[in-house]
Nanobody
Framework: EVQLVESGGGLVQAGGSLRLSCAASGFTFDDYAIGWFRQAPGKEREGVSC????????YYADSVKGRFTISSDNAKNTVYLQMNSLKPEDTAVYYC????????????????WGQGTQVTVSS
């Protein structure tokens, strides 16, 4: 059974940091790209960052470049999203997802999804 389990969300003040984790199981981790997406109330789900588990290539949305860092620990089948300099507009439910396709931030490329973790940034 494929599982993606996010953790690490919470409430933080603007300017603070959080590290999200995505623990994957049930598929060959090295064959997939893992992406982070977020969805704020009343808004569409958007891509944040993704990483290739095979070669470590990464991609970031412009809105998080320089503030967020994605990394992967293949021995633990886990992907992390280090979020620094958080802003109130980063408030959303954050989801991780796995893609057997291209390394892109398109929702339609992703085959498996986690349940999400809430991130709330207060001003």
């Amino acid at each position: 059974e494929v599982q993606l389990v996010e953790s690490g969300g919470g409430l933080v003040q603007a300017g603070g940091s959080l590290r999200l984790s995505c623990a994957a199981s049930g598929f060959t981790f090295d064959d997939y790209a893992i992406g982070w997406f977020r969805q704020a109330p009343g808004k569409e789900r958007e891509g944040v960052s993704c990483i290739s588990s095979s070669d470590g290539s990464t991609y970031y949305a412009d809105s998080v470049k320089g503030r967020f860092t994605i990394s992967s620990d293949n021995a633990k089948n886990t992907v992390y999203l280090q979020m620094n300099s958080l802003k109130p507009e980063d408030t959303a439910v954050y989801y991780c997802a796995a893609s057997a396709g291209r390394l892109v931030l398109s929702l339609y490329e992703y085959d498996y999804w986690g349940q999400g973790t809430q991130v709330t940034v207060s001003s």
